[in-house]
């Protein structure tokens, strides 16, 4: 499933980028050169540049068709959907979330890398980057099949 999403939003990229020889500075839609005959092409996306692949383009197109999912937040909120939203400690009644950032911050962390291979791991978010930004799958897949069907 996720090569599958990997092969579309190649065609995706594809589409919305012109094959381009850098050493005529033209563009060669037809996937050689007219002038020096090269297939050794750049791909052109217009407005942002040229560069050999398409994981460029890939990144381009899911920044500023999709927003980015905030993990921090994401994790927060789950973690809120768990336990009580209050902690009493003594005679104070804390907000539990906080409690736990603040005592163990980095046993924190820990549970959200766990937390963000596992919703990787099914399938709820996708990275195109190795885990340095994360996707919404459903989100990307609408994208692709509003674009390429
Ligand atoms: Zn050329």
Redesign the pocket.
Known sequence: MNHEIHEQLKQLALKHSIPF??????E?PQGR??????DD?MRLLPGDGCEYGTDWIVKSILESELTAVDLDEEFEEYVRQCYPETTQVGWMSLDTVSVMKDQDPVSWRCAQSEWESQEADEGTIISFDNGASYYRLDEVESLTESEIG
């Open positions: 020889c850098y050493s005529c500075y033209k060669a050169c007219h002038d020096c005959g090269s092409l």
